[in-house]
């Protein structure tokens, strides 16, 4: 018998086969359950939900808009400049601030507390 | 008469072929240079990971922006005023999806492909299988659009209506796309799709100062002068003129409309992007900057195409193509002097070289992407079940962008007599149909399993191509593939409207059909991971 032949034993009351407990299994729901990630959870889904499903609405009510009422958009404004140009340009325009503003969200509420629990989470595996 | 015009004809065409020159040998050296910098998987598949929120932000614009943004949306204004861009909106707003749902937590959780996200907390095989089959169908329908429209395109710039120049450049581009990925990977790829960004962005700027200029900065006259030369008045500055001729065509464009805007995020080679960059921050800050220069592009697309319907109206370009794609090149010939001076000869060259070059770094996206899933989710993950190292992983990832090309090449020469610009419309519905279902029930729902992936997927994109199938894109409509038969039950050539709910709904029975649980643990991992970056690549 060689050493690398050896195979042990299964010990009695404990199933052949049956997995170790996963350590790090162990720390993710821990971290998880823990306040500083649902107060990070939190943080990113409330803004991230309202807002998701405020700029979808607000292109389908252009997209519906621009099909269904365009009465409505062809309504002129100032010299060949109409409410179907001008809606478009609002779109633009709602995409680039809801950009600025979950960046400025992101920053504010959530990052360096992420950056924190990044390095406590990854300690924890050491 | 018939002699200078004809020198100075074949001088443009010198010209724009000397140029397509250059691009091939920058793009080469480019390729030859990132070859010597990748040894690794994550060199090949993640460009190293190293690279800066700006220099992605740029290659993800890059990769987006393709000629048919290029030429397609201004050559859609040129012909229908409004009606276009209304169209090209939906390409901008999609990025809030991306940007708040899916590019931070994708960078985290994942490592090489999307699959590697959709099968991150379930069992692995059947997962794989479908994330990697449905990342490869939608790159390669997106490939064959751009395939067949370089091929025209080239065609059309070049003056030869005979199709072998067609079939030359689909073979070329073919070529080209399966070198740059072999050998230049993600950084060879990333780099190309700067300095296409780069050359679209200062093409684009270029000809709206120029257009902007004839009109003295006075956008009043220039939309005056564009409703008038277009020969539809007002209308063509208010809705309607392309998609509101009924109420079938006023559905269809609503559920183009949500598949552009839902299937962006969906897109696998957008989402690989998100791995070349460090961290989840760098991964925000690159759409951000994807978004401010998409949007930029989108406005600039504007004046453009309101300038070539002023410029030119819509008779003369129409007479060159009748989709509208030779707008733009036609506004550069004409606001450098007219067709045969010295300063149209030029800026036609160069706006022709700028569509190339947009077409080369588009198709190496495509390329790469499908072939790192087929090597990673299909042949090491699912065919030899991990027990692979490496570098044989590597050596499957550049032998199937071979076999990807090859069979792209292929399908695009078959298909080049064929209007398929539809595909890229199908792209995006199937990744907003099977794609970004799954995406967002694995991040967001804790209980999705994995019987629910595997109907997401085949629900979403089954649904998606069986309806394309049966509408009349395929059969019944005004340019159907199949001619002598009509077979559409379907009556939108848009499956989205439909397709996408299939996805969601198909996820969601599916996940209640099965007795499986969802792995508590890998969830929270999972959560944790894609908030914090804890434990990420």
Not at chain 2, 160 to 188: E, H, N, P, R
Not at chain 2, 471 to 498: A, K, Q
Request: proline fraction near 3%; charge should be positive.
């Amino acid at each position: 018998m060689t050493t690398s032949s050896y195979r042990p034993t299964p010990t009695l009351g404990v199933p052949f086969g049956d997995p170790e407990p996963d350590p790090r299994a162990e720390i993710y729901l821990r971290v998880q359950a823990s306040p500083e990630f649902q107060e990070i959870r939190r943080r990113y889904r409330d803004f991230v939900f309202p807002m998701s499903l405020a700029f979808l609405a607000w292109y389908l009510l252009y997209v519906f808009a621009s099909t269904f009422a365009r009465h409505f958009m062809a309504h002129r404004i100032l010299g060949a400049f109409n409410v179907a140009l001008a809606f478009g340009l609002l779109q633009f325009a709602s995409t680039f601030l809801i950009t600025w503003a979950y960046a400025r969200n992101a920053r504010a509420k959530r990052d360096r507390a992420a950056l924190n629990l990044r390095w406590e989470t990854q300690e924890m595996f050491r | 008469m018939t002699g200078p015009h004809l020198a100075v004809a074949a001088g443009h065409r010198g010209l724009t072929g000397l140029l397509f020159v250059v691009l091939v040998l920058i793009t080469l050296g480019i390729t030859v240079w990132a070859s010597r910098n990748s040894r690794t998987a994550n060199d090949f598949y993640a460009g190293g990971r190293e690279f800066s929120a700006a220099q992605n932000g740029l290659a993800i614009a890059g990769d987006y922006m393709s000629a048919a943004s290029f030429l397609g949306i201004a050559g859609l204004i040129a012909l229908f005023g409004y009606d276009g861009f209304l169209y090209s909106i939906g390409f901008l707003v999609a990025w809030l999806v991306v940007l708040m749902l899916v590019a931070e937590l994708v960078r985290n959780c994942g490592r090489f492909t999307m699959a590697d996200v959709v099968a991150f907390r379930m069992s692995r095989k059947p997962v794989r299988t479908a994330a990697g089959a449905a990342t490869i169908v939608v790159s390669i329908f997106y490939l064959i659009a751009q395939m067949v429209g370089a091929g025209t395109l080239v065609a059309l710039l070049l003056g030869d209506t005979g199709g072998s120049a067609q079939t030359w450049t689909i073979v070329g581009v073919g070529a080209l796309m399966v070198v740059y990925v072999t050998f230049g990977g993600m950084k060879g790829t990333t780099w190309i799709q700067i300095v296409k960004a780069v050359l679209l962005l200062g093409g684009a700027i270029l000809m709206t100062l120029l257009v902007l200029w004839r009109f003295h900065f006075d956008l009043d006259e220039l939309l005056h002068t564009a409703a008038h030369t277009s020969g539809h008045g007002q209308q063509f500055l208010e809705p309607g003129l392309k998609y509101g001729k009924n109420l079938t065509s006023r559905l269809d464009f609503i559920s183009l409309a949500i598949a552009l805007v839902l299937g962006t995020a969906g897109l696998p080679h957008i989402l690989v992007r998100f791995y070349t960059v460090p961290t989840a921050r760098a991964a925000r800050h690159s759409v951000m900057w994807a978004i401010g220069l998409i949007g930029t592009f989108y406005l600039l697309t504007i004046v453009l195409g309101f300038g070539a319907a002023a410029v030119l109206g819509s008779d003369r370009i129409r007479k060159s193509n009748a989709a509208g794609n030779t707008a733009l090149p036609l506004l550069a010939e004409e606001l450098g002097g007219g067709p045969d001076t010295f300063g149209g000869v030029v800026l036609l060259a160069v706006i022709a070289a700028v569509a190339f070059a947009t077409i080369l770094a588009v198709v190496a996206g495509l390329t790469l992407a499908s072939s790192a899933s087929f090597a990673h989710d299909l042949y090491t993950n699912v065919i030899r079940k991990e027990a692979t190292d490496e570098k044989s992983e590597l050596r499957a990832a550049r032998l199937s962008a071979i076999v990807i090309g090859g069979i792209a090449i292929g399908l695009s020469l078959s298909a080049q007599k064929l209007n398929v610009a539809f595909l890229v419309a199908l792209a995006f519905a199937v990744a907003a149909s099977a794609n970004l279902p799954t995406l967002l029930y694995t991040l967001f729902w804790r209980r999705f399993n994995t019987n629910g992936t595997v109907w997401a997927i085949y629900g979403g994109l089954g649904s998606a191509l069986v309806l394309v199938l049966f509408s009349p894109v395929v059969s019944g409509g005004t340019t159907p593939l199949v001619t002598g038969v009509d077979f559409h039950w379907f009556p939108l050539e848009n499956p989205g409207i439909v397709s996408i709910p299939i996805g969601f709904l198909c996820g969601w029975i599916g996940t209640l059909r099965s007795d499986e649980e969802a792995d508590a643990a890998k969830y929270a991992e999972m959560e944790v991971r894609s908030l914090t970056g804890a434990g990420a690549y």
